[in-house]
């Protein structure tokens, strides 16, 4: 774009953040001075469960927020360092579990601030690394990879939730257990020759995690050990298995490898640095993570404060002497899309089960607390996702700040399936323009929209806002729809989940009587007999070509040979096709709107009991203190009452279902054109779910922070190295642990 392009109002970067990054850029030191030493800018961007950017595509909303602020943040090819020689800029991008680990990640490859081109990183420790895997005759052959059922287990995986119970994971029991049996003894053999310390690492997280799992339950102590070396152990290190989807989402495969990618490309880039520049005057990392990368992105910035700590924990340096040189680091910000640590709730009758049992529930192994030296950090998150596999991991027990937005999952983190109910993908850049902007303020070095638009044409494009949305005759913007719900829902700091499910519920009540509405939402056994038809009359035709072509007067080999196979493939298709739908028709289930009839019913007779009993248990209460059948029966009723959280929602149903409380349009078409509702796209969702609409988004909260210990072990801490400071000998120790850190 050239210089003339005005960019338009919807894109334009508000007043506060350009004040922000001015604030933010007062605290750096001379930029320009070379002489000063450099600066360097790093970007870790930690992708969420399934998405990948080397195979999403980057024009559909399947590609995610992650990969969009990954593409806007600068690095030494950019034609613009010329003008800041002393800055070095760096993006990592991680892709999300259940896919594979993308191979510049892989290969600890960097882009140099020397050559401007993509150079591997592998120093003499990873050449050695590498061939002690390759001397250990192939850790894939001693674990035996093609033994190992993944794809079997992941057929069953995808059985269990089709047939609405966990049964089907059970036929895999001896085939998994005799794997899993095996793999301790073969991971032996392969730590016989592989001393390398990222073994060593592996051997702690999974003590860590067995620790965890055996504090909440002593009784299992010896299922949790052997669980912790064959998962952390063998699975974790096969990449065939590590980056599955069915080992990711089972067994929580993947994180570690991730973990150890980015220390390695952090080192990696600091060298870049180094090698170029005598003096460095600071480091500054920013993170960010979605979903499940959200999960790595917390630990990466638990292990940069543990591995890089100096006097204290806000005191982080690389490289130099104790208390003298090295290179401080700082880490700016931390940004987290709906982050997502466990697949369930906690269930230590689950975890007792066999095989079920090797299913990593969460990841509150990992210390995901948020350290002290973290200077900002936001966490926005999906106020209308209702999943049981999607709870929210809450900052509220450590630092940061929260905000809500409307949508599930995806409306946040991005990735969802382009089209799918008709509703469009854009909702996720309302999210992934806030953190942008939030990013921005912190001093991450990434671009601003104008800058994007001039300098990154097309990463600009997945972020504008600028597009209007059609519906019908009528035309709207995407940030006119989203005021239009603030006004209902101010943007606040902090979960009130509540809030937003009762404008959601006054949305749904009035769609819900809508016929035209509903003959968008096929059951599954639906589509799957419309299906079987198109198939069915696909063979049909496959078969009439055939027999043409066998009546032809002149015969032609390759023609016969075409139509054969034509053929032959369509009756495997339709076959398959047929023992779908009478799989799916012999299945016993609940459509979602008799659920919803059964379940709106219920909370209508409920909320009109209400006022009965309340008056009934205050009248109770004002008996004499003595009757103790009184008191008994003022306590019953109270029981009787519903939660003030149900009350609302129940509330909402009914206002929205009566016109009460009818909502302004543009919240109908905010809902109506981009606001994803995976309990009705999703059938496997909406049967899995005990409750569906009448409840607020579950949550856990695994980043735990004590600031009095904290500031306790400062202390200690403190203390401890003014004893280094005054002894010369415990000083050239430190200072050996710094250069060369473990």
Same mark, same amino acid.
């Given at each position: 774009m050239?210089?003339?392009?005005?960019?338009?109002?919807?894109?334009?970067?508000?007043?506060?953040?350009?004040?922000?990054?001015?604030?933010?850029?007062?605290?750096?030191?001379?930029?320009?001075?070379?002489?000063?030493?450099?600066? +360097?800018?790093?970007?870790?961007?930690?992708?969420?469960?399934?998405?990948?950017?080397?195979?999403?595509?980057?024009k559909?909303?399947r590609?995610?927020?992650?990969?969009?602020?990954?593409?806007?943040?600068?690095?030494?090819?950019d034609?613009?360092?010329?003008?800041?020689?002393?800055?070095?800029?760096?993006?990592?991008?991680?892709?999300?579990?259940?896919?594979?680990?993308?191979?510049?990640?892989?290969?600890?490859?960097?882009?140099?601030?020397?050559?401007?081109?993509?150079?591997?990183?592998?120093?003499?420790?990873?050449?050695?690394?590498?061939?002690?895997?390759?001397?250990?005759?192939?850790?894939? @052959?001693?674990?035996?990879?093609?033994?190992?059922?993944?794809?079997?287990?992941?057929?069953?995986?995808? !059985?269990?939730?089709?047939e609405?119970?966990?049964?089907? &994971?059970?036929?895999?029991?001896?085939?998994i257990?005799? !794997?899993?049996?095996?793999?301790?003894?073969?991971?032996?053999?392969?730590?016989?020759?592989?001393?390398e310390?990222?073994?060593?690492a592996?051997?702690?997280?999974? +003590?860590?995690?067995?620790?965890?799992?055996?504090?909440?339950?002593?009784?299992?102590a010896?299922?949790?050990?052997?669980?912790?070396?064959?998962?952390?152990?063998?699975?974790?290190?096969?990449?065939?298995?590590?980056?599955?989807?069915?080992?990711?989402?089972?067994?929580?495969t993947?994180?570690?490898?991730?973990?150890?990618?980015?220390?390695?490309?952090f080192e990696?880039? =600091?060298?870049?640095?180094?090698?170029?520049?005598?003096?460095?005057?600071?480091?500054?990392v920013?993170?960010?993570?979605?979903?499940?990368?959200g999960?790595?992105?917390?630990?990466?910035?638990?292990?940069?404060?543990?591995?890089?700590?100096?006097?204290?924990?806000?005191?982080?340096?690389?490289?130099?002497?104790?208390?003298? #040189?090295? %290179?401080?680091i700082?880490?700016?910000?931390?940004?987290?899309?709906d982050?997502?640590?466990?697949?369930?709730?906690?269930?230590?009758?689950?975890?007792?089960v066999?095989v079920?049992?090797?299913?990593?529930? %969460?990841?509150?192994?990992r210390? *995901?607390?948020?350290?002290?030296?973290?200077?900002?950090? +936001?966490?926005?998150?999906?106020?209308?996702?209702?999943?049981?596999?999607?709870?929210?991991?809450?900052?509220? @027990?450590?630092?940061?700040?929260? =905000?809500?937005?409307?949508?599930?999952?995806?409306?946040?983190t991005?990735?969802?399936?382009?089209?799918?109910?008709?509703?469009?993908?854009?909702?996720q850049?309302?999210?992934?323009?806030?953190?942008?902007?939030?990013?921005?303020?912190?001093?991450?070095? *990434?671009d601003?929209?104008?800058?994007?638009?001039?300098?990154?044409?097309?990463?600009? #494009?997945?972020?504008?806002?600028?597009?209007?949305?059609?519906?019908?005759?009528?035309? =709207?913007?995407?940030?006119?729809?989203?005021s239009?719900?603030?006004?209902l829902?101010?943007?606040?700091?902090?979960?009130?989940?509540t809030?937003?499910m009762? +404008?959601?519920?006054?949305?749904?009540?009035v769609? =819900?009587?809508?016929?035209?509405?509903?003959?968008?939402?096929?059951?599954?056994?639906?589509?799957?007999?419309?299906q079987?038809? #198109?198939?069915?009359?696909?063979?049909?035709?496959?078969?009439?070509?055939?027999?043409?072509e066998?009546?032809?007067?002149?015969?032609?080999?390759?023609?016969?040979?075409?139509?054969?196979?034509?053929?032959?493939?369509?009756?495997? &298709?339709?076959?398959e096709? *047929?023992?779908?739908?009478?799989?799916?028709l012999?299945?016993?289930?609940?459509?979602?709107?008799?659920?919803?009839?059964?379940?709106a019913?219920?909370?209508t007779?409920?909320?009109?009991?209400?006022?009965?009993?309340k008056?009934?248990?205050?009248?109770?209460?004002?008996?004499?203190?003595?009757?103790?059948?009184?008191?008994?029966?003022?306590?019953?009723?109270?029981?009787?009452?519903?939660?003030p959280?149900?009350l609302?929602?129940?509330?909402?149903?009914?206002?929205g279902?009566?016109?009460?409380k009818p909502?302004?349009?543009?919240?109908?078409?905010?809902?109506?054109?981009?606001? %994803?509702?995976?309990?009705?796209?999703?059938?496997?969702?909406?049967?899995?779910?005990?409750?569906?609409?009448?409840?607020?988004?579950?949550?856990?909260?695994?980043?735990?922070?004590? !600031?009095? !210990?904290?500031?306790?072990?400062?202390?200690?801490?403190?203390?401890r190295a003014?004893?280094?400071?005054?002894?010369?000998?415990?000083?050239?120790?430190?200072?050996?642990?710094?250069?060369f850190?473990?």
């Open positions: 050239t210089d003339s392009w005005k960019i338009d109002p919807a894109d334009a970067t508000p007043h506060e953040v350009y004040d922000g990054m001015l604030v933010s850029h007062k605290a750096l030191k001379r930029d320009e001075c070379i002489p000063c030493g450099a600066i +360097v800018k790093m970007g870790f961007f930690f992708d969420g469960f399934g998405r990948h950017r080397d195979q999403d595509d980057p559909t909303s590609y995610s927020n992650i990969c969009r602020l990954w593409e806007a943040h600068r690095d030494n090819d034609s613009r360092r010329k003008d800041f020689p002393n800055q070095f800029w760096y993006p990592f991008y991680y892709s999300g579990l259940g896919t594979p680990l993308n191979k510049d990640a892989e290969n600890s490859e960097i882009i140099s601030g020397a050559t401007k081109a993509g150079k591997s990183a592998v120093n003499l420790a990873t050449k050695t690394a590498t061939n002690t895997a390759t001397k250990a005759t192939g850790v894939s @052959k001693i674990l035996d990879i093609p033994k190992i059922p993944g794809k079997v287990a992941e057929k069953a995986l995808s !059985e269990a939730f089709d609405m119970s966990w049964r089907p &994971v059970a036929r895999i029991h001896d085939d257990l005799k !794997e899993a049996n095996a793999i301790p003894a073969k991971a032996g053999r392969v730590l016989a020759f592989a001393s310390s990222r073994w060593v592996r051997g702690k997280a999974s +003590v860590r995690a067995a620790l965890y799992d055996i504090k909440k339950n002593p009784l299992k010896a299922a949790v050990a052997v669980k912790s070396i064959a998962v952390d152990m063998g699975i974790d290190s096969i990449p065939f298995l590590r980056d599955s989807h069915a080992a990711a989402m089972v067994f929580g993947g994180v570690h490898d991730r973990l150890q990618c980015a220390l390695k490309q990696a880039a =600091y060298r870049d640095v180094t090698s170029q520049m005598d003096k460095v005057q600071y480091i500054e920013s993170v960010f993570g979605a979903d499940r990368g999960v790595i992105a917390r630990a990466f910035v638990n292990e940069l404060v543990r591995k890089y700590k100096q006097r204290t924990d806000l005191d982080l340096r690389i490289g130099g002497e104790w208390g003298k #040189e090295g %290179h401080p700082e880490i700016r910000f931390l940004g987290l899309l982050s997502v640590s466990s697949v369930m709730a906690a269930n230590e009758l689950l975890s007792m066999p079920i049992g090797m299913v990593k529930q %969460h990841h509150g192994d210390e *995901l607390a948020v350290p002290a030296i973290v200077q900002r950090c +936001v966490h926005f998150a999906a106020a209308h996702e209702l999943r049981f596999y999607q709870r929210l991991d809450s900052l509220e @027990k450590t630092r940061g700040e929260q =905000y809500l937005y409307p949508g599930t999952s995806e409306d946040i991005g990735g969802a399936p382009p089209g799918s109910l008709g509703f469009r993908g854009e909702l850049r309302i999210v992934l323009r806030d953190m942008l902007h939030e990013a921005l303020m912190a001093g991450a070095r *990434l601003t929209v104008l800058e994007l638009g001039n300098y990154k044409p097309e990463t600009y #494009e997945k972020f504008s806002l600028a597009p209007s949305i059609t519906q019908g005759n009528a035309s =709207y913007k995407i940030p006119d729809l989203i239009a719900y603030r006004e829902v101010p943007r606040k700091e902090g979960l009130d989940f809030a937003h009762e +404008v959601f519920l006054r949305w749904l009540a769609r =819900y009587q809508s016929p035209a509405f509903r003959t968008l939402l096929n059951e599954p056994a639906e589509d799957l007999k419309r079987h038809r #198109e198939t069915a009359q696909a063979a049909r035709e496959a078969e009439d070509a055939y027999r043409a066998r009546q032809r007067t002149s015969f032609d080999r390759e023609a016969m040979a075409a139509a054969w196979i034509r053929m032959s493939e369509a009756h495997d &298709v339709e076959r096709s *047929l023992r779908n739908a009478l799989g799916a012999q299945r016993p289930s609940m459509k979602v709107w008799d659920r919803i009839d059964e379940e019913a219920s909370q007779r409920w909320l009109s009991t209400q006022a009965g009993i008056r009934a248990a205050d009248l109770a209460k004002t008996q004499p203190h003595d009757n103790y059948d009184m008191k008994n029966a003022a306590d019953t009723l109270e029981s009787m009452l519903m939660s959280e149900a609302a929602l129940a509330t909402a149903w009914k206002e279902a009566t016109g009460m909502l302004p349009e543009k919240v109908m078409m905010l809902f109506d054109m981009l606001v %994803h509702d995976t309990m009705l796209t999703s059938w496997h969702d909406h049967v899995l779910s005990p409750t569906l609409y009448f409840q607020t988004r579950a949550t856990d909260t695994f980043g735990l922070t004590d !600031e009095v !210990e904290e500031a306790k072990q400062r202390e200690q801490d403190e203390t003014k004893r280094i400071d005054a002894t010369p000998d415990m000083r050239e120790s430190t200072r050996w642990s710094i250069q850190p473990h």
